[in-house]
């Protein structure tokens, strides 16, 4: 699931980067959504830690 989320970001980066070379958005649109893909980027691999550490929390307490 996590490389899927690089994937998908890394295909928007690059529809973006199109999009800015047409001139189809502004200077600030361009980074702020930038810094959004980056941002979900961060938290899919938070969720992955988080659900990983649960993970090993429950199959211990199976033990």
């Not at 989320?5 to 930038?34: P, Q, V, W």
């Amino acid at each position: 699931m996590e490389q899927k989320i690089d994937d998908m970001a890394a295909n928007f980066k690059e529809t973006h980067l199109e999009r800015m070379r047409r001139g189809l958005c502004t200077e600030e649109g361009c980074i702020l959504y930038s810094e959004l893909l980056t941002d979900f980027e961060r938290i899919g691999d938070h969720v992955l830690n988080i659900a990983e550490s649960y993970a090993n929390i429950t199959a211990a307490e199976v033990l």
